[in-house]
């Protein structure tokens, strides 16, 4: 596709995101077709818990979309892309989750798009390994964020409990993958630099 095309591709991928009407893989829900009694208070927790991470999920949209657009070897823009498609999968359990548990999605969600988008096209820029190099990382990280949140989640929110675990699995077997594909490994500030922009991210996500 000429630039022009792409731009239109991408507008077209990031409204179905944002919109959430984005189709992923075809995998089942992961969560009981039961639902657990909860409590008001166990409720708003796990609504907050997952508001946080469907706005994880449309950046890690934007995260592959802007490396994938870059890249310039096919085998490896290819595992972007998949990799991206894997994580729909994880967009759409989110936000049927907080749909069951009265929730609405961070009305910051586009600004987590856009700037995402942009992180992800300028780490593409330096070459294959550093891409996947931050993949790499960034999935690391996200795999302790969904830890985090399995501790902090109610024991009885058994459907909640069953999504984070199935994307904790996923993100590491990506994680896995992009080691397995020649990632280079980042540097310590840089590290940090990801780690407080997450924070920074999932704060705000918890209230706005």
């Keep these: 596709m000429n630039l022009l095309d ?6 077209d991928i990031a409204l179905k995101t944002l919109s959430f009407k984005k189709s992923g893989t075809g995998r089942s829900y992961p969560a009981n077709e039961t639902s657990s009694s909860l409590s008001k208070k166990e409720k708003s927790l796990s609504a907050q818990l997952m508001r946080v991470n469907l706005a994880g999920e449309v950046a890690a949209q934007a995260l592959y979309r802007g490396q994938a657009m870059v890249c310039k070897d096919a085998e490896i823009k290819n595992h972007l892309v998949q990799a991206g498609e894997e994580e729909t999968d994880h967009l759409i359990w989110c936000k049927k989750r907080l749909e069951e548990l009265n929730g609405k999605p961070s009305i910051l969600n586009p600004v987590w798009y856009a700037g995402s ?3 992800g096209a300028i780490f593409g820029s330096f070459g294959e390994k550093t891409s996947l ?14 830890e985090k949140h ?12 069953e999504i984070l675990k199935t994307m904790r699995a ?14 280079e490994s980042l540097s310590e500030p840089t590290k940090k630099v990801m780690s407080f ?8 996500s918890a209230y706005i």
């Design 197 to 204: 922009t997450a924070k920074v991210m999932t704060s705000s």
């Design 133 to 146: 190099g931050f993949v790499e990382e960034t999935e690391k990280q996200v795999v302790k964020h969904l």
């Design 170 to 183: 996923d993100e590491d077997e990506h994680a896995q993958e992009a080691i397995e594909n020649g990632s």
């Design 6 to 11: 792409n731009f239109i591709n991408e507008c």
């Design 117 to 119: 988008f942009a992180i």
């Design 150 to 161: 399995l501790d902090k989640v109610s024991k009885n929110d058994t459907e909640t409990i």
